[in-house]
């Protein structure tokens, strides 16, 4: 239906339009088609793994497409480089002209490399039979392959011979799969698997590579049959390549030949398979095309109708937006309501072809490439023009709150216009109170003021945010009055601020005052503080000149203390009077600056203060010197003694020579000096201080002894210095020697590199070095001179302000590096000549290699324009391929002369720093290449004009056969117009003819103009090809003229036809429309007239065969014999017959939901009686069951009820109807409900199933309304799905219409200005009229639904209210009575309980004698009362499940809902007051045996102290001796010892509590011991008394005490104490539990015990002791001592390396406990010059075993005949420390020759001891064994323990005591255990029965242990599961190491 395209363009082009059958359609000429592209897009690279091959991203032709021409132009010699991903580029060889892929990388190729196949078997070889493999490089291919792996699920082959010329490019034999498409999978020849580079294509997908069908280039039309061949090689081995043997002929010949004739057609198949799909492709494009044109021409209509809706609201709300009325009347309310409606209308509109275009832009994705462009183009315009219509309507949506807003901000105005009033009296009030402002306000006054402002400013502050909130306001009136209380608000505001800064002045002054009262409160306690002082230093004013030490020591402590708190009073008073005076800064000056004059008098008296206390404080420090005189004596001496100790070192140091000492024995003596020297520094500085504290205080008769001592520190110091001079001059000695040796090292290696040259370049020597030698010679000496360089930097540093004795050797060292410079620089030039002639032929011959490859491409280009020099002219599909050709060529020949030049640049800069004759010799021959290089060049250069020239002579020919074309075009368009005139418009097809030619004869119009236009820029300059292109020019005018004039007679005709096509088919098209719309009303009367009342009633009816069908299957009735017994055999019924029968129905039946009103009976009777007949006959019953169900889910009909036997008959489809013959049944062999049918479509009957075994349904039965539902609404759809198409036909063609006549003369006139003048008045009026008939239409149809779905549910609702309320008593009678009665039982528990918790006083409380009684009263009732209670909230559930049967209408239902819920939380409420009840009790008895504890643990304690006892031999006395007692036992001793304080019972639920029935001893020592926690410092005394006692020492805070005795209150304070013993120090003494005035001292805490987290060792004492045992983990010890701080001596650690296997490490010499484990071996040598272990003494009768090599360890054997010395020679016997070798060596030879030296850097282990990684590691290297020889690396060093708090204790295990450290191997422990692993709970300890097993989570109490188990090896212990109560034993870990039990603080 679109118009002819050239109407979009203005008329001025066809622009490819033409008329199709369905319309006119805009189409491209063939040359603009558009072909389907060819790759594929971008693989995912997680398909490599799925598919078993290389995975790249990307794939081998992944951006691949055709070449531009069928020319293949000859390959070159070597394949191109690799190219990026996805760059189009041409291939590398056989002459494709398109050939790209994403770069991509091949597998690496397996170990065996490339080559001739790495020695693997070729299993293919490609020949070739072809005249023209020459000619298209297929050389390059042929050869052998060899397999290397797999891609896609097949082998790929590497090509086994190398490329002559090109080694470096590889050929691979590789398949593709579809991945990237059919046309791009087969058997390929690449560079790469799935490279960039592709060669040769096969469309087979067999399992190995094709023997023929390859296509060469890939991208071939076909295959060329015989130009490659594939054949296995069945024997393997290598072949000869093609270019060394020549053909085979015989047997195998004639064999090949028959297999490529078979190949043949094989290959003539494909190819015309090829076809087919390429036309299946075509046909599918165009049917896309097709469908995209009607689906947009829908689309445009339905975005057409929504343009016209906006236009519509638009019209409706401009005058209301222009000038809105405050009056919001009922008038404006119905004409916003109206804008509102029609706003929601259009946006509806707008959503419906939002959607619709929405999905078929989602179908438009399954077109073709080039039609879904065009669909995606058209479609988003859509959308974007959609999305232009949502803005504009959604600022209308809300027009009326927009009404309302501005109604809002009147009121909101008014409401600030009222704040402001009241704010603006509250500020004149205010300024009434601050009249008077010359006097100061009281703070009241103030406070009174600020009352009333503050309200006022938050009032104006609220105006001001509401005036805020409002914003911009549109409104005119509205927003003048916003103006005016802006204003009003601002004066306001102006004002409060006014009068808040005069209040906050009168803030300030009131601030001030008190500031200034403080400051001077201040000021009077530092007087006092002055007075203390004073008060101080009174027992130095009695007239005793030196008071005894005691009263010395107490007499200064308190002046220094007297003098802290002064200088602290008035550093405080400064510090509040400068913060106080920065304070007045802030405020006004006139508060300021009277407050600052008071601060300031005061100022001055805390001066006078600070001056007396600072003297006060002088005189102080002279009395404590005076006192302390005698220890700076002792500081002195001890310094002097450490200077000695000095001196003593710094002697042992040489001063003359280096010679005489090794290095270490050096470094040994100055880290001695060094560390005296500190230590001796250190006291000085001590003694310095000691002396400069002492003599600031000093007085007259001092002075002289303190300057003595003076004189003797000033000695030390000065001795000091002087030796440090010594050390530190040491500590070059010691680096200088170090760089020294480490030098002469190098020295020596570079001396040999020179003597191995001098020696080879002797000119004695009858035969010289080789070039290569005498390059690598040079090279050495070059590397020797930097090295010596180097050696000489290091050497002249060190010399610099080196000690004599270092400077000399570094001077001899220095001299000697200068010697080997000048042997290196020597040798250099000796060699020169010779390294620099070699050098010089080398360049020689690179640079011939490269003349010659510049040759070769020189010879190229003359190839390449051979045919050009033939003599013959060649045709333009000749001259064009040989022309880019020549342009390659060109290009590869100028790159290699840029390359050439480049390198002779660059190796005549080389040549000049050469000598003079090899400098001559390189420039000789590089003049002579550059002239050889001149030659080819200026051929290069005179090949490139020639190639620029034919390639303008080919762009000529091209322009000139465009030319042509365009008068061919011009003639066939002229022969095409000849049959039409105005009579004669033609057919539709004539017209497409004529149309296309038109366009056509355009189209080559402009290529030629386009082509001439290049030839004319080309040609300028050059006069004859200017002149060419001229007469060129002349033949496209003339042909242009003819094209212009047939294109004018062409549009003429078009407008006629047109116009004449468009006003008969929008004529036809609104008749129809018209009529569909009269059809859809009829469909919808019944609804929209009626009301929907035949569907009601058709519903009740339904609800009456339901209990007919009920009450005839119940009876066992047929249907007739059912109406016989309705109608009492009368055989039908009368209207009122029938009224009379339905008024008894309900009772009859039961059933209350049939009883119907009198109007609805009758409307029943006349629903049944179809035939109006008056009467109800049987016909007319039958007729309700007969019922017709739709299929909702595709289902088959069978010929039997079983579905296992049966055969389909037909198949279901959705929507499907079938008319029911028989009730439902079920399947018994697969439980499907099924059913007797007929298809309502075809007639066809059988069996269906309605429902699956599954629950699925396939059938359903639809209502009468839901029918006529989907009826209307399909009629309704349709008529608007065809009145938008016509509506957007009419907008689309009549925009088209303007477009064309906008852009033409003559557009008022003609019959395009007639059609559209009729389009856009009488034909657009009609649409307009049938679109606003059916939305009047639509909306009363969808109110009438909502009204019917209303009634339909109220309907419903009637009946089913009833049924409901009978259903809910019965499910709330039985919970109601179970809730009276668990209400009981409560109440009796509550009774049992009430003899002790009635009980209101404490005291009465606690002594209530029967507590066990009522605790098993109660827990028996509290059992009872639990499961009954558990019984009722479980009949609630139940009954809560059977709510499900009522319906969910308010009503019945939701009552017995919320009653069931009150019943819950009554259930709840029961259960908390239960709970709360015998929490109630628990917490009372809990502190009745906390009560009766305490008594009975007091006394038993007295007991104790008095009969001086433990508490063993006190359980001894009840039990008995044995380690349990019985209860009974118990409490009859603990009512004696008490006195009758606690009762039986009471006693009885002690014992309980701390071990059950009977008590062991553990758990009576535990319970008489109790400890505390010192939370506040407090004395212990010696006695009871606190007046008599005396004071032992403070118990400090965080300390922990056991009680022995007590608490025992004193008669006279009435403090309760207790006797302690302190766990720090076993002090005994006395402590007070809280004093006078009732503060805390003591915290009671749990008796402190520790777990073992990691093995550790008990030792006997708490310093260094020996070791009792090794504590295991999981062992639990009590504290009996401590914890308390100890420090040990330092540990002695070394890194080391064992002789024996080189091990290196770190060892402890020397533990912290004085132990050790290794020591420096007297009897170690280490070999300084190789030496032989002999077997015998006598060196002339001896055997040689082997050689001691340099820096081996020897050990000398024990014993006086291990030594000998003869003959001048000292000889040892030993063995050698790496493999045990033993026998004789020399020590010192007759000549003085040292062979073998003591070591001292050498230990020996003298015990097993462990090497570690490192310095602080505890990972092990290995254990080294007692005898071991070490070599020290690093060390020895002194590594300083930390303090460590130590405890001593007893473990449970066995009862071992000792000490062991508090730290990351121990922790806290309390009886409290958590399992983590799941374990069982025994009865016994070995052996026993499992309980039950101890879930992950679980807590259990301790009650004793832990206890090894021996037969399993474990640690069990005896404890109480908190779940329930159960008592047993569990272990702790597995053996191996699994832990099942954790302490809690773990």
């Given at each position: ?759 080879a370049t002797n000119p004695e020597n009858a035969e010289q070095p080789p070039d290569e030698e005498i390059e690598t010679m040079g090279k050495t000496m070059t590397e020797a001179k930097q090295t010596l360089k180097t050696v000489l930097s290091a050497l002249e540093a060190k010399l610099n302000g080196a000690p004599a004795p ?134 290069i250069s005179q090949f490139k004009k020639d190639t620029t020239e034919r390639r303008a002579t080919v762009d000529l020919e091209i322009c000139s056969e465009l030319i042509a074309e365009v008068a061919t075009a011009a003639k066939k368009a002229e022969e095409a117009l000849a049959p039409f005139s105005d009579e004669n418009l ?841 005898g071991e020889a070490l070599e020290v690396l690093e060390g020895p060093k002194e590594e300083k323990a930390k303090p460590e708090l130590r405890c001593h204790g007893r473990a449970l295990l066995d009862g071992a005591e000792g000490w062991f450290t508090v730290g990351s191997s121990m922790a806290t422990w309390t009886m409290e ?74």
């Open positions: 239906r679109n118009m002819s395209s050239w109407w979009s363009s203005g008329g001025s082009s066809y622009g490819g339009g033409g008329y199709s059958s369905g319309g006119w359609q805009s189409q491209k000429p063939p040359q603009q088609q558009q072909k389907p592209s060819s790759a594929a897009s971008a693989r995912p690279t997680s398909a490599a793994a799925a598919n078993g091959g290389n995975r790249p991203s990307g794939g081998p032709t992944s951006n691949l497409m055709k070449p531009s021409s069928g020319v293949r132009p000859a390959a070159p010699q070597a394949p191109a480089q690799n190219r990026p991903s996805g760059r189009v580029g041409k291939p590398s060889t056989i002459g494709s002209s398109s050939s790209v892929g994403a770069t991509r990388r091949a597998p690496p190729p397996p170990s065996g490399g490339q080559g001739s196949g790495g020695g693997d078997r070729p299993e293919f070889r490609v020949t070739s039979n072809s005249t023209k493999k020459d000619e298209i490089g297929i050389e390059t291919l042929m050869g052998d392959y060899t397999k290397r792996g797999e891609n896609h699920g097949r082998p790929y082959f590497q090509k086994g011979q190398k490329i002559p010329g090109h080694e470096e490019v590889q050929v691979y034999m590789y398949y593709w799969d579809n991945r990237d498409g059919a046309d791009f999978s087969g058997w390929w020849f690449g560079n790469e698997v799935g490279g960039t580079q592709v060669w040769a294509r096969s469309d087979s997908h067999g399992p190995a590579p094709p023997r023929v069908g390859w296509r060469i280039p890939w991208d071939a039309p076909h295959p060329e049959h015989g130009l490659l061949m594939c054949d296995p090689i069945s024997g393997g081995g290598a072949s000869i390549p093609p270019w060394q043997r020549g053909e085979r002929g015989g047997a195998a010949q004639e064999m090949r030949e028959r297999q490529r004739r078979q190949e043949e057609e094989k290959a003539k198949k494909a190819e015309e398979d090829r076809i087919k799909a390429k036309r299946a492709e075509e046909a599918k494009k165009e049917k896309d095309q097709n469908d995209f044109n009607a689906s947009l021409s829908s689309a445009q209509d339905k975005v057409n109708v929504s343009e016209e809706a906006l236009e519509v609201v638009l019209q409706l709300s401009q005058p209301l937006l222009s000038d809105l009325s405050d009056d919001m009347g009922e008038t404006m309310q119905q004409v916003l309501h109206e804008v509102e409606e029609a706003v929601k209308t259009a946006q509806e509109k707008v959503l419906d072809a939002q959607t619709e275009v929405g999905q078929k832009t989602e179908a438009a994705k399954k077109y073709c490439a080039e039609v879904k462009k065009n669909a995606s183009n058209q479609y988003s315009g859509l959308q974007k023009k959609l999305t232009e219509f949502q803005n504009k309507l959604s600022p209308l949506k809300n027009i009326k709150a927009e009404m309302e807003k501005r109604l809002k901000t009147r009121a909101a105005l008014a409401a600030i216009t009222e704040k402001l009033d009241s704010s603006e009296v509250e500020l004149e009030k205010v300024s009434m109170m601050t009249a008077q402002t010359s006097r100061q306000m009281t703070d009241d006054e103030v406070a009174a003021a600020l009352e009333t402002l503050v309200p006022a400013r938050r009032s104006i502050a609220d105006a001001e945010k509401k005036l805020a909130d409002l914003g911009k306001v549109v409104d005119p009136q509205n927003a003048t009055k916003k103006n005016e209380l802006t204003k009003s608000k601002d004066r306001a505001a102006t004002t409060a601020d006014k009068l808040y800064q005069l209040l906050n002045k009168q803030k300030e002054g009131i601030q001030a005052a008190e500031k200034v009262a403080e400051a001077t409160r201040q000021v009077v306690d530092a007087e006092a503080c002055l007075s203390a002082c004073q008060e101080a230093e009174m027992p130095f004013l009695k007239g005793i000149e030196i008071l005894p030490p005691d009263e010395s020591t107490t007499a200064i402590s308190e002046c220094e203390e007297a003098s802290k708190k002064a200088d602290s009073k008035i550093l405080e008073t400064r510090s509040l009077i400068k913060q106080a005076l920065n304070a007045f800064k802030k405020l006004s000056h006139e508060v300021s600056q009277p407050a600052a004059q008071e601060l300031s008098t005061q100022t001055k008296k805390l001066d006078v203060i600070d001056r007396k206390v600072m003297e006060f404080k002088k005189e102080t420090v002279a009395r404590k010197v005076a006192a302390m005189l005698a220890e700076v004596t002792d500081s002195v001496v001890s310094t002097e003694s450490k200077v000695e100790t000095l001196g003593k070192a710094c002697e042992a140091i040489p001063s003359e020579s280096l010679d005489s000492i090794e290095l270490d024995a050096l470094k040994e003596l100055i880290e001695t000096a060094i560390s005296a020297e500190k230590t001796a520094s250190a006291e000085l500085t001590k003694s310095r201080k000691i002396v400069s504290s002492r003599q600031k205080g000093s007085g007259h008769s001092e002075d002289a002894a303190m300057k003595k001592l003076l004189e003797r520190v000033n000695t030390c110091q000065a001795t000091i210095i002087g030796h440090r001079k010594l050390a530190n001059s040491g500590e070059k000695l010691i680096q200088g020697k170090a760089v020294l040796v480490a030098q002469q090292e190098v020295l020596l290696k570079v001396q040999d590199s020179i003597e191995v040259a001098e020696q270092l400077s000399k050797s570094l001077k001899a060292a220095i001299e000697r590096c200068g010697s080997l410079q000048e042997r290196a620089s020597k040798l250099l030039d000796i060699t020169r000549a010779r390294r620099e002639a070699v050098a010089v032929e080398g360049m020689s011959k690179a640079g011939a290699d490269k003349l010659e490859e510049l040759k070769a491409s020189v010879k190229a280009l003359d190839e390449a324009e051979l045919p050009f020099i033939k003599g013959v002219e060649l045709a333009l599909e000749e001259s064009r391929p040989q022309v880019e050709i020549c342009e390659k060529a060109l290009a590869d020949s100028e790159a290699l002369l840029k390359s050439f030049r480049s390198f002779l640049a660059e190796k005549k800069q080389e040549v000049k720093k050469f000598a003079k004759a090899a400098s001559d010799k390189a420039t000789e021959a590089f003049e002579k290449l550059n002239t050889e290089l001149g030659e080819s060049s200026t051929k033609g057919t539709e097809e004539e017209n497409r003819v004529l149309y296309a030619l038109l366009k056509a004869s355009e189209k080559a119009e402009a290529a030629a103009k386009s082509a001439l236009a290049a030839r004319r820029h080309d040609a300028k300059g050059n006069a004859s090809r200017t002149e060419a292109v001229d007469k060129l020019a002349e033949k496209l005018k003339e042909a242009s003229a003819e094209v212009s004039k047939h294109c004018k007679v062409g549009r003429i005709h078009e407008k006629k036809y047109v116009a004449q096509a468009l006003r008969a088919e929008v004529t036809a098209e609104i008749e129809a429309l018209e009529a569909k719309l009269e059809k859809t009303k009829e469909v919808c009367a019944p609804l929209v007239e009626e009301k929907g009342l035949k569907y009601l009633v058709a519903n009740t009816v339904e609800t009456l065969l339901q209990a007919w069908k009920e009450e005839k299957q119940g009876k066992g009735l047929s249907v007739e014999r059912l109406f016989d017994e309705m109608t009492e055999k009368r055989g039908s019924f009368t209207k009122e017959a029938f009224d009379a029968y339905l008024l008894k129905l309900p009772e009859t039946l039961s059933k209350d939901e049939l009883e119907f009103a009198p109007e609805r009976r009758s409307q029943i009777f006349d629903h049944m009686d179809s035939d109006n007949t008056g009467e109800i006959t049987l016909a007319n019953f039958q007729a309700l069951f007969v019922e017709t169900f739709v299929c909702c889910k595709p289902v088959t009909i069978t010929d039997k009820l079983a579905v296992k036997d049966s055969k389909m008959v037909m198949k279901l489809e959705l929507g499907d109807a079938v008319e029911a013959l028989g009730d439902i049944e079920v399947d018994e062999s697969t439980s499907m409900k099924r059913m007797e049918c007929k298809s309502c479509s075809s007639g066809s009957t059988g069996f269906v199933t309605v429902e699956g075994n599954q629950g699925t349904k396939y059938l359903e039965k639809t209502s009468a309304f839901e029918k006529a539902r989907e009826e209307i609404d399909r009629s309704v759809a349709a008529t608007g799905k065809a009145c938008s198409q016509l509506s957007s036909h009419l907008t689309s063609k009549s925009k088209e219409l303007n477009n064309v006549l906008k852009n033409n003369k003559d557009s008022n006139t003609g019959p395009l200005a007639e059609v559209s003048k009729e389009l856009n008045t009488k034909m657009k009026s009609r649409v307009s009229s049938a679109q606003s008939t059916l939305d009047s239409l639509r909306r009363q149809v969808e109110e009438q639904k909502k009204a019917f779905k209303a009634k339909e549910e109220s309907e419903k609702k009637a009946y089913i209210a009833l049924r409901d309320e009978k259903a809910a008593k019965k499910i709330l009678v039985p919970v109601q009575a179970k809730g009276k009665a668990a209400e009981d039982l409560v109440k009796t528990v509550k009774e049992a309980a009430s003899p002790l918790l009635s009980i209101t006083g404490e005291a009465e409380q606690l002594a209530f004698a029967t507590p066990l009684d009522v605790e098993e009263a109660v827990s028996v009732k509290v059992k009872e009362a639990v499961a009954f209670i558990d019984q009722f909230k479980a009949l609630i559930a139940t009954q809560k499940a059977s709510l499900s049967e009522l319906s969910s209408l308010p009503g019945a239902a939701s009552l017995a809902k919320k009653e069931l819920h009150a019943m819950v939380r009554k259930g709840d409420s029961l259960m908390k007051s239960l709970n709360q009840c015998e929490n109630q009790l628990r917490t009372a008895i809990s502190k009745i045996v906390d009560h009766t504890q305490d008594v009975t643990a007091a006394a038993l304690r007295q007991t104790m102290s008095k009969d001086q006892i433990d508490a063993v031999a006190l359980f001894a006395k009840f039990s008995g001796g044995a380690d349990k007692a019985e209860e009974s036992a118990f409490c009859d001793f603990a009512i004696q010892q008490t006195g009758e304080k606690a009762s039986r019972q009471q006693l009885q639920l002690l014992c309980r509590q701390l071990d059950g029935k009977t008590i062991s001893k553990a758990a009576f020592r535990r319970f008489l011991q109790q400890y505390y926690e010192v939370i506040k410092t407090i004395a212990i005394t010696n006695d009871f008394n606190i007046s008599k006692g005396k004071s032992l020492r403070k118990a400090e805070v965080g300390e922990t005490v056991e009680v022995l005795e007590g608490p025992v209150s004193e008669e006279k304070t009435g403090m309760a104490r207790v006797r302690v013993r302190a766990l720090v120090d076993n002090m005994e003494g006395w402590i007070s539990l809280t004093g006078s005035q009732g503060t805390s001292f003591l915290k009671e805490i749990p008796k402190p015990f520790y777990y073992c987290k990691h093995e550790t060792t008990l030792s006997s004492s708490s310093g260094v002791g020996a070791k009792v045992r090794q504590i295991e983990q999981d062992e639990v010890l009590e504290v009996l001592e401590g914890p308390k701080k100890e420090t040990f001596p330092p540990t002695i650690k070394a890194k080391v390396k064992a002789t024996k296997d080189g091990a290196t490490g770190w060892l402890v010499i020397k533990d912290r406990t004085g132990e050790t484990m290794a020591e420096a071996d007297t009897r170690l040598f280490i070999c300084v010059q190789p030496i032989a272990i002999t077997d015998n003494v006598n060196i002339k009768e001896c055997k040689v075993i082997r050689k001691l090599a340099i820096g081996e360890l020897f050990k000398l054997d024990e014993g006086d005949d291990a030594k000998s010395s003869e003959g001048g020679v000292d000889r040892i016997r030993g063995k050698a420390c790496t493999d045990d070798a033993a026998g004789w060596i020399t020590l010192k030879g007759n000549a003085g020759t040292l062979y073998v030296e003591a070591t001292k850097k050498h230990y020996t282990a003298l015990a097993e001891a462990p090497l570690t990684k490192s310095h602080g590691s505890s990972e092990k290297v290995r254990s080294l064994e007692a255990y958590v399992c983590k692993a799941s374990t069982p709970l025994q009865d016994g300890l070995t052996e026993g029965k499992d309980l039950r097993s101890i879930e992950v989570g679980e807590k259990l109490v301790w009650l004793e242990g832990p206890t090894r188990d021996e037969a399993a090896g474990v640690l069990t212990i005896k404890a109480k599961a908190k779940k329930d109560g159960l008592v047993g034993y569990a272990t702790l870990r597995s053996k191996e190491g699994t832990a099942y039990l954790l302490s809690a603080t773990r």
